[in-house]
């Protein structure tokens, strides 16, 4: 049996066994998100592969450097830097535009390429297929489902063989539908089991926790379960404190978010964690992670004393259920920020994030509606107290603006406004200062005058504009291609 194999059972010794019958020199890794989040499993094979591969053919690992870095950095460890890019030189607080969940896609896309040059490089001449077996693919983050749908469906079973293993529970509707195309489903029988020395509730808990609570054996869960909650905390606690040290973002994005967050300060130390998590989940654009950690964090945050945190966490959640097709869910939590908060900053940047909604995503749009949530915006923006916030949050709200005047038809009016944000940037800032947002205006602008010129000639061309004058200018528009659309 040489395709592509799907192996169901309810424990993973179980899996397994059937897994080495089938596959006895496959690389098995594991995909439990709770161990690295997005990529768990991903991230083993690559660093099985990579060495052999940066070692034989540089040139196929530098034509895939940038998607084999995105979203797994620590394997630079393996194949050096990532290419430089604004994006990814901005500091936090400057980004206004995020890549979602397309943009992973892409990455995914081309990890997927790799590794069908890999296999394809190392199992010429052989008879032997590249094997790889995920378990726990039940348990995977959606990002990793997705990647493991795409490779299911472009693998050559002949040259690099994929076994699913899973329990019964159902999966992402991707992977679900790839693997009913593409491979045969095997069903792994329930061993008998030895029985097992006596342990008091405690000990399991402390052996469900080592584990990152990741064991499926009932007995162990079930200890976890009856354990003392206090002494349970501290367990995770302990836990997550080993990991500290040397812990990737993947790790800090699953394990110690997911300890942190059940460890005995939750409030705190566990709030804390997963804010950072999310943040690294918003900048890479790991679009089903940052829902997932934003509610969570929403979970461990009391509005009243936390209400920037609560406020994020649920301002990104909000934005990556776009995304990923949640829109109903993504307006619920705009209104739930909304309703809970008086704070101006808050209904300022939720009245723009609605305005995108109804301008951009649901359907039917409504741009009049858009251009009332967009006017409320800018009408906070232009009163804040600080100056420095009250000039770069009046060109985002007037970009944002632009965008609603484009969508209604007044192309003329839209270029005004990006052409004022763009002249009182330059004027009150450094060449150094917001570059990322400000090359994102002048793509903007481009792409008004591009529209303007298809209805009046020689707009673009005679545009001094289109013209880099300086090393902002250069650089800007020489990375446009780095930045989404506004979201």
């Not at 052989?126 to 790889?132: A, C, F, I």
Request: with cysteine; proline share 5%; net charge neutral.
């Amino acid at each position: 049996m040489m395709g592509h194999l799907r192996i169901v059972g309810d424990r993973r010794p179980d899996r397994l066994r059937l897994v080495r019958t089938h596959a006895g020199r496959a690389l098995v890794v594991r995909c439990h998100q709770r161990l690295r989040g997005p990529y768990t499993g991903i991230d083993t094979v690559l660093r099985a592969v990579l060495p052999e591969a940066h070692r034989r053919w540089p040139a196929l690992v530098d034509a895939h450097r940038v998607e084999l870095l995105y979203g797994m950095p620590e394997l630079a460890q393996l194949i050096g830097p990532a290419p430089r890019t604004l994006a990814g030189e901005a500091p936090f607080k400057e980004r206004t535009r995020f890549f979602g969940s397309g943009m992973i896609r892409c990455m995914s896309q081309g990890i997927v390429t790799f590794l069908l040059d890999y296999a394809r490089r190392t199992q010429a001449g052989s008879d032997s297929p590249l094997e790889l077996a995920f378990e726990e693919v039940h348990a995977a983050e959606s990002t990793t489902q997705e990647l493991l749908a795409l490779l299911v469906r472009r693998a050559d079973p002949r040259l690099l063989r994929v076994l699913v293993s899973t329990t019964a529970e159902a999966l992402t509707g991707e992977l679900e539908a790839a693997l009913a195309n593409t491979t045969t489903t095997l069903h792994a029988p329930a061993a008998d089991r030895e029985p097992e020395a006596h342990r008091g509730p405690l000990e399991w808990a402390a052996a469900y926790v080592d584990g990152d609570c990741t064991d499926d054996d009932p007995q162990v869960v079930r200890g976890y379960q009856e354990a003392d909650r206090e002494a349970v905390a501290r367990l995770h606690d302990r836990r997550a404190d080993s990991l500290e040290g040397t812990a990737s973002w993947g790790v800090r994005m699953g394990a110690i978010a997911y300890h942190r967050e059940r460890g005995s300060d939750p409030a705190g130390a566990g709030r804390t964690a997963l804010l950072a998590a999310q943040r690294h989940a918003v900048a890479t654009g790991f679009s089903a992670a940052v829902v997932d950690l934003g509610l969570r964090g929403r979970g461990v945050s009391d509005p009243g004393i936390h209400e920037h945190d609560y406020w994020e966490f649920t301002r990104e959640a909000a934005a990556a259920c776009i995304p990923i097709g949640r829109l109903d869910e993504s307006m619920e939590l705009y209104r739930d920020l909304l309703r809970r908060f008086t704070n101006p900053k808050i209904h300022m940047m939720t009245s723009y994030a609605i305005a995108m909604l109804h301008t951009r995503f649901l359907q039917p749009r409504d741009h009049e509606l858009a251009l009332q949530w967009q006017h409320n915006a800018v009408a906070i923006a232009g009163i804040l107290p600080d100056p420095a916030e009250r000039l770069t949050f009046s060109v985002f709200h007037d970009n944002g603006l632009a965008l609603v005047e484009m969508h209604r038809g007044n192309r003329t009016r839209a270029l005004e406004l990006v052409e004022s944000c763009i002249a009182r940037l330059d004027e009150a800032m450094d060449d150094g200062q917001w570059i990322l947002h400000r090359s994102q205006l002048l793509y903007n602008r481009a792409r008004l005058l591009v529209a303007l010129g298809a209805r009046g000639r020689g707009v673009c061309r005679l545009h001094p504009a289109c013209r880099p004058r300086s090393l902002l200018h250069r650089l800007s528009l020489g990375a446009r291609q780095d930045l989404p659309r506004p979201r």
